[in-house]
C-alpha cells in the first residue's frame, strides 16, 4: 500500500498546483500580481533571518537529563535539590563568544556554556562559561569590551591593538586573559571542557538561611585542547568543528556526561574572605571551599530543527528557582537585566512561549498580548490583580530572607587593595598550576597575539601590558618580552 501524499500548501493550509513557476501573461510573458504563492515565498525568505546574538553568536545544542547524585538540601530548599535521584530534563547551548554566526569554532575565545534545567518550579538557566572568571567585573564595561573584540570601526578587521589596548587599561582582565591565552583557549571540543557558573550565586534552604554558592560542572571526557597552531589549522579545516563533533557522538549513542559540584560560603567567610567573594575576576580557592558534590549531567539528544530550539533558546541568569538566589556580583546584577533584554529585542516579548523555552509548568500571571503570542493568553481570566475572580495567590514561602547591608550610595572608584588584586590569582595559575608545557604554550599563545599589534600606539600597548605580566609573574612578563623582541 504506498503511503498517503501530503498535499503542498500556502502557510494558511491551501493547497496549490505550481510551486516552481509562476503565472505569466503567456509563457514568456510578465508575472501576475496575482501569484500569492510567489509573494509568500519571497517575503518569507526575506525575512528568515532575526538578529544575531550581538555576544556568543555561533553556538550549538543539545537536550539531555540532569540527575541529582548528593543530598545538598541542608543549602538549599529547590524542589529539585529536595533528594538524591531526582531528575530534570536539560537542554545546553555551547557557543564562542565574540565571533560572528559563521564564525571558527577553534577561534581563541572564552565558550558559553549555558544550561535551562526544566525543574517543577520553573526553568532554571545557569548561564556559564567554560572559565570561573570573566575579563572584568563591572558591567559598564561589558559593551567597551565586547567591541574590542569585534572588528575595527573603519578596516571591518579584527584588530590585536584595540584588544591588547583596553586590556592593559583594565588590567583585572589578567586573570581570564592568562585562562584564554593557556590552551584551555581553545578547546578540542565542547565535550572536553567544564563549565562554571562563574558568578557567586546563593542558596536558601528549608530554614531560611542563606550560603554564597559557585557552580562547577566538571567534563567527564577529561580536558582537552588544541594547541595554537592546531586550532589554526583547524579553522581552515572545518570551521564547524566543535559543531560535528557534538553531532555525531552523540548521534551515535557516545553521550557526553558531565558531573555538577558546588563551592559554599557562608556569610560570615564571605565578610572575612581576603578577596571580594563577589568579584568575577577572582576564584575561592578549593583548599578553603572544597568543591562539594551534587549531580550529574548527560546531553542525549540533538535538536531535530536547529533554528527552533538553538537559534531561539533564551538563556538567561535572572531565571533561578526558589532556593537559589542571586547575588552583589556586579556583572551578575547586569546580566539579570541585559539578557531578558536581549532575548525581547530579539525574540519579542513573548520569548518564553517559545516551545525551547517553556517552562513544564504552566506560567500564571498577569502578563498579556504583545507580539507572537501563541499560548491561550491567559483565556477569559482576569488580566489584573488584586481580582475576586480566579485562584492565583502569591505563595509568601517563596521569600527570600532579608539581607542586610549599611554602605554609601556612590559611584565607588577607590576599593579596598585586595579588591583590586588583579596579580595574585593568574600569578598563581601560571607558576603552581600550569604545568612547563602550558606554560610554553600559554607564553608562545600571548606572543603570537600580541604580535599582531599595529599601529601608532603599538609601542606603548605592548609596554603597558608586558609591566601586567611582570606583576603576574616575572617569569612570564620576561618571557612575553623575549619573544616579542622587547628590551625589558
Ligand atoms: P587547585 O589546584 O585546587 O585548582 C586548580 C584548578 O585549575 C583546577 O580546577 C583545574 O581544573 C584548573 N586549571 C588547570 N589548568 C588550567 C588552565 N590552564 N586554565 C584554567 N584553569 C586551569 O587550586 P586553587 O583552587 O587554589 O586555584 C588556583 C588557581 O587555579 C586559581 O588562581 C585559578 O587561576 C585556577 N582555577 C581555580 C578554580 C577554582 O574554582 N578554585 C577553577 C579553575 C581554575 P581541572 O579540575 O579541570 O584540572
Known amino acids: 500500500m504506498s503511503e498517503k501524499k501530503k498535499k503542498l500548501t500556502t502557510a494558511s493550509g491551501i493547497p496549490y498546483a505550481k510551486h516552481e513557476d509562476s503565472m505569466t501573461v503567456g509563457p514568456r510573458g510578465p508575472i501576475l500580481l496575482q501569484d500569492y504563492v510567489l509573494h509568500e515565498k519571497m517575503a518569507h525568505f526575506n525575512r528568515e533571518r532575526i538578529p544575531e546574538r550581538v555576544v556568543h553568536a555561533k553556538g550549538t545544542g543539545a537536550f539531555g537529563v540532569f540527575r541529582v547524585t548528593h543530598d545538598i538540601s541542608r543549602y538549599t530548599r529547590a524542589k529539585l ?99 584564554l591565552f593557556s590552551d584551555r583557549g581553545t578547546p578540542y571540543s565542547y565535550r572536553n571542557m567544564n563549565g562554571y557558573g562563574s558568578h557567586t550565586f546563593s542558596m536558601i534552604n528549608d530554614k531560611n538561611e542563606r550560603v554564597w554558592v559557585k557552580f562547577h560542572v566538571k567534563t567527564k571526557q577529561g580536558i582537552k585542547n588544541f594547541t595554537g597552531p592546531e586550532a589554526d589549522e583547524m579553522k581552515g579545516k572545518d570551521p564547524d568543528w566543535a559543531q560535528g563533533d557534538l553531532v555525531k557522538t552523540i548521534e551515535k549513542g557516545d553521550f557526553p556526561l558531565w558531573t555538577m559540584k558546588i563551592q559554599v560560603m557562608t556569610e560570615k567567610q564571605a565578610s572575612e574572605f581576603k578577596w571580594n567573594p563577589f568579584d568575577l575576576t577572582k576564584v575561592w580557592p578549593h583548599s578553603d571551599f572544597p568543591l562539594i558534590d551534587v549531580g550529574e549531567m548527560e546531553l542525549n539528544k540533538i535538536p531535530e530543527n536547529y533554528f527552533r530550539d538553538v537559534e531561539q533558546a533564551a538563556f538567561a541568569p535572572s531565571h533561578v528557582v526558589d532556593g537559589i538566589g542571586y547575588s552583589f556580583d556586579k556583572m551578575l546584577q547586569g546580566r539579570l537585566l541585559s539578557y531578558p533584554d536581549a532575548h525581547r529585542y530579539r525574540l519579542g516579548a513573548n ?84 604545568t612547563e608545557q602550558e606554560r610554553k604554550n600559554t607564553v608562545n599563545n600571548i606572543v603570537g597575539h600580541m604580535k599582531g599589534i599595529g599601529g601608532p600606539k603599538r609601542e606603548e600597548i605592548i609596554r603597558r601590558q608586558l609591566g601586567h605580566f611582570l606583576k603576574t609573574s616575572e617569569k612570564l612578563g620576561k618571557a612575553v618580552a623575549e619573544g616579542l623582541g622587547v628590551n625589558l
Not at 139 to 158: A, E, G, V, Y
Request: one cysteine or more; proline letters at 8%; glycine letters at 6%.
Open 351 to 434: 520569548y518564553e512561549q517559545i516551545p525551547v523555552n517553556r517552562p513544564l509548568n504552566k506560567p500564571s500571571n498577569y502578563e498579556r498580548d504583545g507580539y507572537m503570542r501563541v499560548d491561550d493568553n491567559g483565556g477569559d481570566s482576569p488580566n489584573y490583580h488584586p481580582n475576586s475572580f480566579d485562584n492565583i495567590e502569591a505563595d509568601q514561602s517563596y521569600k527570600e530572607p532579608p539581607l542586610k547591608m549599611e554602605s554609601d550610595v556612590a559611584d565607588w572608584y577607590d576599593r579596598n587593595e585586595n579588591d583590586d588584586d588583579h596579580y595574585t590569582q593568574p600569578g598563581i595559575l601560571f607558576e603552581k598550576v600550569m
Open 81 to 179: 535539590f529536595s533528594k538524591a535521584g531526582n531528575e530534570c530534563p536539560v537542554f545546553v547551548r555551547f557557543s564562542t563568544v565574540g565571533g560572528e554566526k559563521g564564525s571558527a569554532d577553534t577561534e581563541r575565545d572564552p565558550r558559553g556554556f549555558a544550561i535551562k534545567f526544566y525543574t517543577e518550579d520553573g526553568n532554571w538557566d545557569l548561564v556559564g562559561n567554560n572559565t570561573p572568571v570573566f575579563f572584568i567585573k563591572d558591567p559598564k564595561k561589558f559593551s567597551d569590551f565586547i567591541h574590542t573584540q569585534k572588528r575595527n570601526p573603519k578596516t571591518n578587521l579584527k584588530d590585536a591593538a584595540m584588544f591588547w589596548d583596553f586590556l592593559s587599561l583594565n588590567p583585572e582582565s589578567m586573570h581570564q586573559v592568562m585562562i
